[in-house]
């Protein structure tokens, strides 16, 4: 009975990790020493469903406090950049920023007409004054499967 219970929960783990996993991430300069530092990205769900809420959090740690600042996002498609938006990091965090770790939490639903496949995305975190606090890159996923639903 216990090795059936094991496979259950095995398997309930490999249908649920798919769903919500790490994501490897780069320092856009290998060479800078930032301020912010990032240890992970979760992306939920991944891949990323066309016309589904979406979230990217972010785990980062800070050696000093952050009162507010902004958030950068460029993203690509096979190379070509095709979106660029800002955020008040406020609003993707608690400010302010307290020296220790931390969580950025961007949700948004991609358009059903977005193509599906490889893309990259580039995030530059920026204090108050402007100051580069860090920078990252990673990839995420469209799925194939559309999730649109007009009514």
Excluded: W
């Excluded at 259950?8 to 996993?21: E, G």
Aim: charge should be negative; hydrophobic fraction near 40%.
């Amino acid at each position: 009975m216990e090795m059936a219970q094991l496979k259950l929960a095995v398997l309930a783990l490999c249908l649920f990790l798919p769903f919500n996993r790490a994501t490897d991430v780069n320092y856009c300069d290998k060479k800078t020493e930032y301020a912010v530092k990032v240890s992970g990205v979760e992306i939920s769900p991944s891949p990323v469903a066309r016309g589904k809420p979406a979230t990217f959090s972010i785990a980062a740690t800070t050696g000093e406090a952050i009162s507010g600042g902004k958030l950068a996002i460029d993203v690509s498609y096979f190379g070509f950049h095709i979106h660029s938006e800002t955020h008040d990091l406020c609003e993707e965090t608690s400010c302010p920023v307290t020296e220790g770790d931390f969580v950025v939490a961007h949700s948004q639903v991609l358009p059903g007409f977005t193509p599906p496949g490889s893309y990259s995305l580039t995030m530059k975190m920026y204090d108050e004054n402007k100051q580069e606090l860090t920078c990252i890159a990673f990839d995420f996923n469209i799925g194939f499967a559309s999730s649109v639903v007009e009514s």
